[in-house]
DNA sequence: CCAAAAGTGTTACGATTACACCCATGT
DNA sequence: ACATGGGTGTAATCGTAACACTTTTGG
């Protein structure tokens, strides 16, 4: 015999437990040749002195992805951003005021295109190097962040969707170095351009960037 | 100038919006010889006469994991089951009835050590082949067994987490059949048996399956 | 002109694939 | 006894990893 009352809480109806839904994001971004991730310190809510990941509320008429553009808009004004959701979090005490489940997602953005400005509601926003995180985040930021690190490691195998990383014309030894950033070791640069050259994704401009002594060729993602 | 009211939005406080959230789980299991998914008709709800995921409503004071766990054993009786988190759904339109935001979950289970009963509110319960899956479905569980499945293939290629889907002792045409199942491809049996022999995860217990022609050697994972 | 970084090929190694016969068991 | 499936090794190929010098440019 199974309790009849375990049952009836199985089936979603108009009396159903409900829960409030935050996305947040880990945005990662490529500053001074270091892999860093986004955050702010918000002006209001439990967490004001704490950084942490943008975030924001579900509503009623948005999916998760709609929520997690919109929050990062708010909090920072960015657009277009190509989102992949990461997992959900939810430990019943993992929000200090009431239960909250979060979604959370990862974005690359270029920070040169993404200017960094105050927001209302946003007391501080800034990069972070990810060996240099504050030990005191917000929530189960921490947590966040890691996985989400983790998540990028291994789409980087597969695809190379570093492409929002860098400006539309990059040199092989930036981009070898911004690997070398998000997996956190060293390649060998005859192997690696090998590679990416393999993969037949990029497109010599023609041009060399000046400024830098060896003068490296400019490259650009292929069109169709 | 940021508009107010899409800030106050963002913040969880006593009024955010509040969303029924469900967990699904896609329950494989080897039958036959054949990878199968474990798929339910409810006696109540809005999906009556289509099969569906075994699937239920989140409760205040449980986790996703959690839910999941008392979802499987009121639906099924299953204990004591390994759970991954696979992904979020979140179309607004995805539950007939109101919001409802659901979280998918995949299991490994040996259905000799589960048989399947009808517990209350099951009208019907089954193993189904992976392409002989019914085309109604109920609400987007087409699409996230589709993605579950994704998942088992990616998770097979480093680890090797079939342990649940096998008998404590079994022979390596038998996992060999189970990997081909999984992929969807078939594999050479001597290059089958190099790989999962170097891997070192094996112990062969000295015992030969009876009632198999060639008197195939049982093997067992390694303790420790 | 010197220092610093870019660019370039080849070889060695390990991993993966392809492939065919004998042996053990059940019927 | 015979048919069915289990068990075994080697050679060829491919992908990956190791490695040093020349060229270009900025300072």
Redesign the interface.
């Known amino acids: 015999?199974?309790k009849?009352e375990?049952?009836a809480?199985?089936?979603?109806?108009?009396n159903?437990?409900?829960?409030?839904?935050?996305t947040d994001i880990a945005v990662f971004g490529y500053v001074e040749n270091r892999l860093k991730i986004l955050l702010t310190k918000r002006a209001?809510?439990k967490y004001t002195d704490h950084w942490m990941l943008p975030g924001?509320?579900?509503?009623?008429?948005?999916?998760?992805?709609d929520c997690a553009h919109?929050?990062l808009f708010?909090?920072t004004g960015f657009q277009e951003i190509h989102f992949e959701?990461v997992?959900?979090y939810?430990?019943?005490d993992r929000?200090p005021?009431?239960?909250?489940?979060t979604?959370s997602f990862y974005a690359l953005v270029q920070p040169e295109k993404h200017p960094l400005i105050l927001?209302?509601?946003v007391e501080e926003i800034a990069w972070f190097d990810l060996d240099k995180i504050p030990n005191n985040l917000g929530f189960d930021h921490a947590e966040i962040i890691k996985d989400s690190h983790l998540f990028l490691k291994n789409n980087l195998k597969d695809r190379l969707i570093v492409g929002e990383l860098l400006p539309e014309k990059f040199t092989l030894p930036e981009l070898q170095n911004l690997y070398e950033n998000i997996l956190g070791l060293e390649l060998d640069k005859r192997n690696f351009r090998k590679r990416i050259f393999q993969m037949d994704i990029l497109e010599n401009t023609g041009e060399k960037k000046i400024g830098v002594k060896g003068g490296p060729m400019l490259y650009a993602y292929k069109e169709a």
Do not use: F, W
């Open positions: 015999m199974t009849p375990s049952l809480s199985l089936q979603v109806d108009h159903s437990y409900e829960c409030s839904i935050t209001v809510g924001g509320a579900l509503q009623s008429n948005e999916t998760l992805k919109k929050v708010a909090l959701q997992r959900a939810s430990d019943v929000h005021m009431k239960r909250v489940i979604v927001k209302s509601g």
